[in-house]
Every structure is written in structure tokens, then in C-alpha cells.
């Protein structure tokens, strides 16, 4: 039996409503009413997710890990004293997907004493790191020809690993008292990969990561968001916690099979030999049409240029903060069905699969389409969720949402001060906005959602912020 069926329904759906408020894909909305902010809590907490030697990268499709660079984290923290405890973790993975998101939300929440519909697990999504599916994983291992998508073993352990950090937090768990916001632009990171483009609008040529076309390096950024938002929690006048928010795909060079946090990650780290008693955390926003391709060629010598643009952000975004007394804390989900492409065929995915005279890609790729149309069929859906303290709002969105959606987030939450995290719930893969699927490219040939996707995340956006 698939291992999602294991876990009760009843406790991953908690506190949804049952009416329907946008269509049958957008499942339910549940508003917390709003906490005080007498007396609150924060526990924050990390915990290593390094791979081992020999593991996969990405999938299986790139070059397994050979060394370790730098090592991959999980940061967060747990909020207590708004109700039912809440757990907001940023880790450094390509992506957790499907049952393996789930698992990671049921683990952190039973450590907590909480419920999983109060836990958000974002990835920053760097490439020389694990990508999780479990589905996937036990289709390709049918094959017995295929690398694994993750060894179970270390999930597990990874799992594991998170128990006991939340566990050990809850020990040491410090009053918050105040919160405050700040943001900073960026210059020369991030740009969007979709900019070449025929008379119709149609993408001729993807920006990726890298570029060293002078054609595509010489066109505009584009559409893009160029903030460094940071939310800040304290204790009286002392920092716990910062939360750093930017839009791009983090990869400066990959595939060598050197694990590594890579430029958004080491940013972090550098941030947090500065104030180490500070906890610090980052979180990729919406960036599935956004990368570093115009500013970076795929150096080695990128990488620390990259690293000190996204830290001077950082450390740009924190100068001004202004710590306000916290008066109200309140926590929302929305869940999401979103349905799939008409050209997801089972059949055509399992022959794909079955070709083993097929590229690992064209074969592990297809097994994530599989998962993705088998949660479907058993309609577990995706949460989205939204922490609020005072004007400011921390929004959790899945996968690799369009820059589009962060900036419409903005935009619905009026006067707040909105940081969007994407990369939550993986299982759809790509999710352009429905005007960008006429037009083509790399990731709308990899969404595995229809264009409605686009009207039910707004939906949620609008249920979690309007």
C-alpha cells in the first residue's frame, strides 16, 4: 500500500472547511482567529541533510555525490503560544515532493505537538542536493536499472534527525516579544529566463541558470522581483530569528557532483557567522521563470561574486528594522487540487519509463509525472499557508511558482508587508501563470498542472491574504 495512505486523512486535512470557495480545486480555507501576543514562544532549530556519498543529485539525472563542499541544512523555527504550535522550516534541497513533503510536515508537526496543516516546509531548491519523491522512488526502483531518486534510508534519517532538533528546541524556547520587516534591492542576481522571444510572444531560447550567449546576456532582466525581504523575530531587543526572502534559482554551477549550499546558501551561512546567536534562514521565492544566467556564465569564479551580492542584500535588508511589539498572530491554509495536463497519459508515462533504451532523464522525469497523477487519484491535496504577525505576512506557496505570483501576492495583500516562499509541496513541478502556456518554453513543457492552476493558487493567495 502506497505510505501516504497511512497517515489519517483527518489529521493531514485538519481544519479545513468543507464548502468550496473558488471551484472543486480549491478544497478549503481555514483561518485561525487572531492570538495576542502576550505570550509567545520561539524555538529555533537546525538540523544536517547532507548526502552521503554516492547519492543522487536532482533526481538521478546528474552526477551523484562525489564530495561535499559545504554541508546542506535544515533551518527553522517553532512558534508557541498562537494556538496549536507552528513550524515553519527552510531546507537545503532540490525539492520535496508528494509523499515525501508530507512525511517531512508529519514529522516536524509530531515533534512539535502540532498538526501538519501547521507545518511549512519550504526547499531552497539548490541542485547538487536531493530531490524527493517516494512515489517516484519506488517506481524507478521497480526498474531495477534507474539511480534512486533519494535512498529511503536517508530520508529517513533525515526525518529522524528533524525529530530530535524540534524536540531539543522545545527545551530551550525563548519569549518573542517583537517582529519587524525590512528590504533591500538587489543588483546583477536575478533575471528572468524567458526573455528571448519571437513576434507572438513565443520563447525561443531559455536564460538558464548560466548563460554565455552574448544574445541572451545582453537582453534586459526582465520581469523580476529585486527585493531582499527579511522578516525579524525578538525577544525584547535581542534578534532569535531572521527570515530572508529572494526570487531566483540559486545555482551558480552544478552537476560536478560536489554537494554544496551553493550563493543563496553560503550567503546565509556568512550571515550567520555574524550574529550566531541570531538564527538565520532563507527562503527562495518564486522563481520558476527566474535565475542568475544574465549575470552569471557558470564559473567557478560566479559563485563568491553571487555569495557577496545576495549577503550584502541580506545585510542591506536588516539595516533599518525596526522591531514592533507583537499584538496579533493568526496562521491560514488553504488546500489545492489542482487539476493535471490533458497530455499525461499513465500509459505513455509507464512505456517511457519501461524504455530502457531511454535517457535516465526520460525515464526518472516520467516517474515524477506518475506520482504526481497518483496523488491526484487519491486527491491529497496541496497546502498552502500563511503566517501573520501584525501588518507583516510569511506566505508558503509549492513548487516553482512564476515570479508572477509573488509579485500578485503583493499586490493582494495591500498594506502588508508580504514574503513569499515557493518550493513548498513539489508535485506539480513547474507553474507558469495560464497566459504563459501558449507561449511555450522549457517550463511549461515540464508543468505538470493545467493552466487553471493559475485562477485556484490565486484563490488560496486571496483566501490566505485578501
Sequence with gaps: MNDINKFSRRSLLQG?????IASWTLQGVCRDDATSGGNLHLAPFRFDVTPPKGHSCCGGWI?????VDDALEAVGFVLL??????????????????????EWRQALA?????????????CVHQHNAPLACLEAERIVDAQGDLPHIVEVDYFRRCLERGRQAVTEALKKAEPLTHVAHGQAKIDKVASNRRVFRD?????KAMRGSSCRDPKLIALPDGLIDPWMKTVAFYSGQRKLASCHYYATHPMSYYGDGRVTSDFAGLARKQRQQDEPDCLHLYFTGCAGNISAGKYNDGSHEARPILTQRVYEGIVASERDLQPQPIDRVSWNTAEILPAPRDTLSIDSLIQQIDDKSGQVVARNRPSYMLSWLRRLEQKIPIVLSSLHVNQTSLLHLPAECFIE??????????ERFVATAAYGDGGPWYIPVKEEYPNGGYEVSVAFGDPSIDDVITAGMQALLG
Design 16 to 20: 479545513a472547511i468543507g464548502a468550496s
Design 63 to 67: 552526477t551523484p555525490v562525489v564530495a
Design 199 to 203: 513576434e507572438n510572444g513565443h520563447v
Design 405 to 414: 505570483y509573488q509579485l500578485r501576492a503583493q499586490k493582494i495583500g495591500g
Design 110 to 122: 509530531e515533534a512539535a505537538g502540532t498538526t501538519p496543516d501547521r507545518v511549512a516546509v519550504q
Design 81 to 102: 503560544g498562537a494556538g496549536k504550535p507552528i513550524v515553519v522550516c527552510a531546507v537545503d534541497w532540490t525539492g520535496l515532493l508528494n509523499e515525501a513533503h508530507v
